[in-house]
């Protein structure tokens, strides 16, 4: 049986505004085993940097606010953890790599000051060690010449380079669990698949779990083990990268799948999702996809569908596959 390194229970994390009560996050519950990837997908506005945001407890608050719920990480709960002790914890047990690295690096401080501060905090080593491990880690990223190098400002580096800094900064400590925050967004096709394939040898090499989080699902195809489809703040289905692939059960997921570009000749026009993520303040009634979704029934327009597990042990939150969504749909016919 495999070790669970992260437990996030009922997790709602909502964001109070002068235009009424945002539900960025409401009533999210996932897991992830030690030394593996979990894939969290959606579109702009489903709740997936918040996800990651509540579990490092970088939320600004006000406006946001956690407001139910538990995160457990390594058999202990973090939610109740003081600002000095989650600063402890942030860069040692748990990292981030964020969107941008142009705006997550402080430019007028150099590569190595802001590898070698988390060292020296951390790890409790003196400048000089410091200093050798901070080279060592931009050559385990894949950056040329470190020695010179670990000087230079983050402007004076180009965007996969930087995007290497970050990944050295968030790894250096060895962290049991590294959250990557789209990290390929910014970066052109080629420097996207060395990225990719830098996280995934250093997570082998390191043992390291790690949150991809992403729009994309040719990236969740390479690296994740498992995914949690997202909408609206909620998950939507939960499964292995394999049987999600291969059969998606909820309308959403099977939408997000139709939508990559494929080589065919035969169709003109990409297939797109009709309509738009609902405001987060204004939810419909009922599901929350049901007013962009073809198979919806009565049933999805008043009441919210709850998780169902399927024999095959995946996760659906849809009434095609609960009782009283088979009982209508058998009615309907």
């Known amino acids: 049986m495999k070790d669970k390194l992260l437990e996030v229970k009922n997790l ?13 996050l ?13 894939g969290i997908v959606g579109e702009s506005g489903s709740g ?19 407001v139910s719920g538990e995160i457990i990480l390594d058999n202990e709960s973090i939610l109740n953890k003081s600002k000095e002790e989650m ?33 020296r905090i951390h790890q409790k080593l003196n400048k000089k060690e410091a200093r050798e491990k901070a080279i060592d880690m931009l050559r385990k990223v894949g950056i040329a010449n470190p020695e010179k190098r670990i000087d230079d400002y983050p402007h004076q580096l180009s965007g996969g380079m930087r995007q290497r800094a970050m990944i050295a900064i968030a790894l250096c400590c060895n962290p049991s669990l590294l959250i990557c925050d789209e990290p390929t967004t910014a970066l052109d096709v080629t420097i996207q698949a060395q990225i990719l394939e830098l996280i995934n040898k250093l997570k082998k090499d390191l043992n390291t779990s790690v949150i991809m989080i992403t729009h994309d699902l040719g990236v969740v195809a390479q690296v994740s083990d498992n995914v949690m489809v997202m909408y609206a703040g909620k998950e939507m289905e939960y499964s292995s990268a394999k049987d999600l692939f291969m059969k998606p059960l909820h309308p ?3 939408a997000l ?4 570009p494929t080589v065919n000749k035969n169709e003109e026009r990409l297939t797109v999702i009709e309509g738009m993520v609902p405001s987060l303040s204004n939810r419909p009634e009922g599901c929350l996809f049901h007013p962009r979704c073809h198979k919806c029934m009565d049933i999805c327009k008043i009441k919210r569908p709850e998780l169902v597990k399927t024999k095959e042990g995946r996760e659906v939150r849809c009434f095609l596959y609960s009782n009283e969504g088979r009982e209508e749909e058998n009615n309907g016919k």
Do not use: C
């Open 26 to 38: 409401d009533d999210v519950s996932f897991s992830l085993n030690k030394g593996e990837t979990l």
């Open 48 to 66: 997936k940097s918040v996800t990651a945001l509540s579990i490092m407890r970088l939320v600004q608050s006000p406006p946001g606010k956690i």
């Open 252 to 254: 959403y997921t099977q």
């Open 87 to 119: 600063q402890n914890i942030r860069g040692d047990k748990v990292a981030m790599i964020f969107q941008e690295p142009m705006t997550a690096l402080n430019p007028v401080l150099t590569i190595g000051y802001q590898i070698m501060e988390s060292l």
């Open 12 to 24: 709602s994390t909502y964001f109070y505004t002068t235009e009424g009560v945002v539900y960025a």
């Open 257 to 260: 799948l139709e939508s990559i």
